[in-house]
């Protein structure tokens, strides 16, 4: 099973600014045939569900504002929000697809410091 | 209106079933690859099982194989999860979702929790 551990595990930034969630999988997930990485990235809100952020590591989901961005290639990913809003206080998750079992990262815990 | 709407969790001795149930619509169901993901109390994400469109390909996470069945209803915008010999870890909310390459519909999950 490919392992997807991200970084830090919780994170508390000013409003406005920078917050950066880093994801390392085990194995790339990136198939060569098409030149995709596997990878996506969910918010999920306290008591909502999860709510699809970047398929394809990097391609934005419909709604999502473009202060969110979605970056990295093979093996290392990062979730980028470049001015936080309180309403992205929330839980932060990646997914590899590239192989069964899917997985998802421990989650990385994002709050206003 | 796009939504998914899961129904039939509850409290259920271990050992016994349930069978949950999720209800598409607004969209072309039969055309969509379909996932349980489940969420324990307190932790993280865990895919459950996928099935694409017709049911020809279906895969389950090593601990739920052998015991937990998903199945489609193209006529009814049905998904399910038959559940068997339930166990103290089965217990979590369980969201259905739309999608292969990125999950992009959920819906609010029904809640399973498995005690004596």
């Known amino acids: 099973d490919i392992v997807m551990t991200q970084s830090p595990d919780s994170l508390a930034v000013s409003l406005g600014e920078r917050a950066t969630i880093n994801c390392k999988s085990s194995q790339s997930v990136l198939y060569s045939s098409d030149n995709k990485n596997y990878l996506g990235w969910y918010q999920q809100r306290p008591g909502q569900p999860p709510k699809l952020l970047f398929y394809?590591?990097?391609s934005r989901a419909s709604g999502v504002p473009d202060r969110f961005s979605g970056s990295g290639s093979g093996t290392d990913f990062t979730l980028t929000i470049s001015s936080l809003q309180a309403e992205d206080v929330a839980t932060y998750y990646c997914e590899q697809y590239y192989s069964t079992p899917r997985t998802f990262g421990q989650g990385t815990k994002l709050e206003i410091k | 209106e796009v939504q998914m709407v899961e129904s039939g969790g509850g409290l259920v001795q271990p050992g016994g079933s349930l069978r949950l149930s999720c209800a598409a619509s607004?969209?072309?169901?039969?055309?969509?690859?379909m996932t349980w993901v489940r969420q324990a109390p307190g932790k993280g994400l865990e895919w459950v099982a996928h099935?694409?469109?017709?049911?020809?390909?279906?895969n389950y996470v090593d601990s739920v194989e052998g015991r937990f069945t998903i199945s489609r209803d193209n006529v009814q915008n049905s998904v399910y999860l038959q559940m068997n010999s339930l166990r103290g870890e089965d217990t979590a909310v369980y969201f259905c979702?739309?999608?292969?390459?990125?999950?992009?519909?959920w819906g609010q999950g029904t809640t399973v929790t498995v005690s004596s």
């Open positions: 607004g969209f072309t169901f039969r055309n969509s690859w």
């Open positions: 099935m694409d469109q017709d049911g020809s390909q279906r």
């Open positions: 979702a739309r999608g292969h390459y990125g999950l992009d519909i």
């Open positions: 394809w590591a990097s």
